[in-house]
């Protein structure tokens, strides 16, 4: 099995180097940035791009989105909902949260906390019927629920090359040069 290079990681079987992460970083930016753009701002070949894409989405690595602002949109209330439930039931109702329509994300978690989601709705009535009504009739194990309205977002960053660029804080080395296989 070939080693991995230090600039390079293995992610789900794909070997991520420099190249794909500056790739993805572009894309973060613009998901509607044309590949031509890509390759000549990164100075390799707009088939390299196409074919680094391609094998990033069929992975799962990556999936290229618009990302809504919640307010602009009309989900004028916006929470945090931390639940307790006994551990037998944590993966099912994690799993049956994740259906909702509502409901943007879903995590298991452990601490004050075994599923933290978050819910988006128009009216604080359909938070608060979401929260007594909805889900203690579908999920009757909830021990505990905490809301925390988010009423001010000051950041919700999509920018992967400010989280790529963590791992030299880390002691990773920089990205090296790119060379182009094409």
Same mark, same amino acid.
């Given at each position: ?52 894409? %391609?094998?990033?989405?069929? %992975? ?95 950041? %919700?960053?999509?920018? =992967?090359?400010? =989280? ?19």
């Amino acid at each position: 099995m070939p080693i991995a290079k230090p600039e390079e990681r293995d992610v789900n079987g794909i070997n991520l180097d420099a190249l794909d992460k500056r790739i993805i970083a572009a894309l973060s930016r613009n998901g509607r940035q044309p590949y031509r753009e890509i390759a000549r701002d990164l100075k390799v070949s707009e088939a390299t791009v196409r074919q680094r894409v %391609s094998r990033l989405t069929d %992975s799962g690595l990556i999936r290229i989105a618009a990302v809504g602002n919640f307010i602009a949109l009309g989900f004028d209330v916006v929470a945090l909902i931390h639940l307790k439930v006994p551990p037998a039931y944590v993966d099912d109702y994690a799993r049956r949260i994740a259906e909702y329509a509502s409901v943007r994300f879903v995590s298991i978690s452990f601490g004050s906390a075994d599923i933290i989601l978050q819910s988006l709705h128009t009216t604080m009535h359909s938070l608060h019927n979401f929260i007594r009504n909805e889900m203690p009739a579908q999920l009757p194990h909830i021990t505990s629920v905490e809301v925390f309205p988010q009423v001010e977002t000051l950041k %919700s960053s999509w920018t =992967w090359e400010t =989280w790529f660029g963590l791992e030299q804080e880390a002691g990773f080395p920089p990205a090296s040069p790119i060379d182009d296989p094409e």
